[in-house]
């Protein structure tokens, strides 16, 4: 329990320095609240432009697409405010020596990384993303309940943890390989594929690879399918134990690669 709320306190530093180093630079708080917004709506214009002659995309009609659009993105928002800034600059920290910092304060390095660059200028996304959801639901004419909404929020917190933890997985590498570069852009193709189409058209090799390997097949599917009344036991056993694997999985690449790193300055 101390631990907890040492971390929290941390945490909570961590944030506050930000918001003070961004609110220095005003541009710089507010530029990405209009850049963010401007790609979602490039996002949904291209899915408008694909999707407005076609009627269904596997089993799902124009509601469940939506309401697949807007959950996919209302997780890579949550992913671009809150860690994905500081995640995603692990292999230049490695590369150039900067994790001697990390490593040398009595702090997680990792607890550090994922919330000290925080990004505020993502937050319409998630207010967009909610608004696509909700015009989901009402396409799809699903009727809202409180175990619905219950149950859809932890699918998606599930599904938000796992997609930080393949993002942490990937960028771990570097720990073990000169670069990491490949499996970055290996990642995103396969996220550039998975926003645009549900998991639910993936069938044999390809379901490996996005059920398994990278499953962003199941991140935004999962939670759909259980607000439509679609998700099996199946299947939600299935996306509890991929979480659980990646989770022992991360944690294990991780803790090696912290004993494999050798200091820049040695």
Known sequence: MGRMKRNLRVVRVLIDMRLQNLMMFRLSFFGPFFVDSCV???????????????DRIGTWGKGQMLLY????????????????FGINNIPDKIKNGDMDLYLTKPVSPLLRLTFERINPGSVPLLLLSGIIIAYGIKEGGIK????????????????TVLYYLVEVLIRSLSFFILSSGNAVILEEAGLTLCMQLPGIVFYGFYKVIFYMILPYGIMATLPVQFLTAELTAGGAVW????????TLLTAFVWKQGIRHYNSASS
């Open 239 to 246: 996306g509890i134990l991929v979480a659980v694997v990646f």
């Open 144 to 159: 809202v309940t409180p175990f619905l909404v219950l149950g859809y929020v932890f699918w998606v917190a599930v599904m």
């Open 69 to 84: 659009i807007g959950t996919f993105s209302m997780i890579n928002a949550i992913n671009m405010v809150i860690y994905f």
């Open 40 to 54: 979602f709506l490039i996002q949904l214009c291209v899915f408008q432009a694909v999707y407005s002659n076609v």
